[in-house]
């Protein structure tokens, strides 16, 4: 459990479950995924995503940089941005709530299955039959801004407990990623 102190009170906010943070994952569908590239520089794409069996899945084209340079070093840095304030946000510049994780990922040949029906509806099934799909492990902790905190809270405080650290699992390595069964 957090505390902060905002002047004479004092309040105290647990942080989000492990459950809470994966139900927002499964419920967007964009993250930013981020790696370094073989020659040593960083690299960010914003991507389409399903969420299924605490992995992420990604489908990205054979040739593409994701599909070529992530294999390298096998390590991705993740955020994904939550939409908040339904109507609210069409008046107000509302920022979004944010999932951060490190992860391990491999990318499958094309060919491959997509484990995460959620992946098939974003991606029509003539392009993913030639795609390939990127699975993303988290590894260590989710990091959260604004998950589990309501919208007035975090706009009148600009609450410095909104932001959490939620353990992922305990940090197996590259090891947690296998390859896929089954090929079309």
Not at 46 to 65: F, H
Not at 108 to 136: F, Q
């Amino acid at each position: 459990m957090m505390t902060s102190t905002v002047g004479a009170t004092k309040r105290v906010r647990s942080k989000p479950s492990r459950t809470e943070v994966w139900r927002q994952l499964a419920r967007t569908s964009f993250a930013v995924v981020s790696y370094v590239t073989p020659g040593g520089r960083p690299r960010s794409s914003g991507v389409g995503y399903a969420a299924g069996s605490d992995r992420l899945y990604v489908a990205v084209a054979p040739k593409s940089w994701k599909a070529l340079q992530i294999p390298a070093i096998g390590q991705v840095a993740v955020t994904v941005p939550v939409r908040r304030g339904g109507v609210l946000s069409l008046l107000f510049p509302i920022p979004p709530a944010t999932i951060s994780f490190h992860g391990w990922a491999v990318v499958h040949p094309p060919g491959v299955d997509p484990p995460a029906p959620a992946l098939a509806r974003l991606v029509p099934a003539d392009l993913l039959a030639n795609c390939r799909i990127v699975e993303i492990v988290p590894d260590g902790e989710f990091r959260t801004y604004g998950i589990g905190t309501s919208l007035m809270k975090l706009l009148k405080f600009r609450d410095p407990v909104a932001g959490a650290e939620v353990t992922v699992r305990r940090s197996l390595g590259r090891d947690v990623v296998r390859p896929l069964s089954g090929r079309r």
